[in-house]
């Protein structure tokens, strides 16, 4: 355990003094794939470009996948109900960062110490389909608005790979749009007959993310 201690000591050590000293001759831009962001059905794409000194604009972009990761638990025991088979289906999500490097000295964007609100749309579709009285299929979705701050801190390795490690916290709202088949027995001809039934709930709901993005970019032409 004292040996495990000491080499992840020395690691940290040997990251910070190699991080502080970055020379200014990173990327202006950097184009980033997180994997982390698997685990709540996204391919995460972004671009990010220095706007100002300190100063850059992200913007997220990728499909969505509604039973991938940590959403497989919740679209198999809330959406699949009722004689109906619940099937994910291709959504997207887009966000849009501003992002703030404050330690003028250490910091230029896009690299270092960063803040950076978020204004994000996410949608999960899903594919509803009737096993008992093959009522053909219908879509539902889940559509989501959030407002989080990040902070976090990226820096470069030779001044083309990007590692951003970044965490956040804010709030958002999901409406949910749901279907299931309600069934209706006739006793004249001992029958049931089915009919779609859509259900749409709103919830207010606290967000957050953290995680790690991996990127590269061009050489730095200072202006």
Known sequence: MKRIKLVALGTFL???????AQKDNHSKFAIKFSPT????????????QRVMK?????????PTVSEIGINSFFFENNLGYGGVLAESSLG?????????????GLATAPRGLYIAPELKFRQYN???????TNLGERKGAIN???????TGYQFWIGGRFA????????????NITRHSVLQTYD???????????????SVLRFTGAFGVKFGFGGPRKDL
């Open 14 to 20: 040997f990251l910070s003094t190699m991080i502080i």
């Open 37 to 48: 962001q698997l685990v709540t059905g996204e391919l995460h794409f972004a671009y990010e």
């Open 54 to 62: 300190q100063g850059s604009i992200e913007l997220g972009i990728g």
């Open 92 to 104: 997207f999500f887009t966000s849009l960062q501003f992002r703030y490097y404050p330690i003028e």
């Open 126 to 132: 899903t594919i509803y389909r009737d096993e008992i």
């Open 144 to 150: 989501q608005i959030s407002f989080k701050f990040f």
């Open 163 to 174: 590692i951003d490690l970044f965490t956040a916290v804010g709030i958002g709202t999901s």
């Open 187 to 201: 006793p004249n001809t001992q029958i049931y007959t089915g009919a779609w039934h859509e259900s749409n709930r």
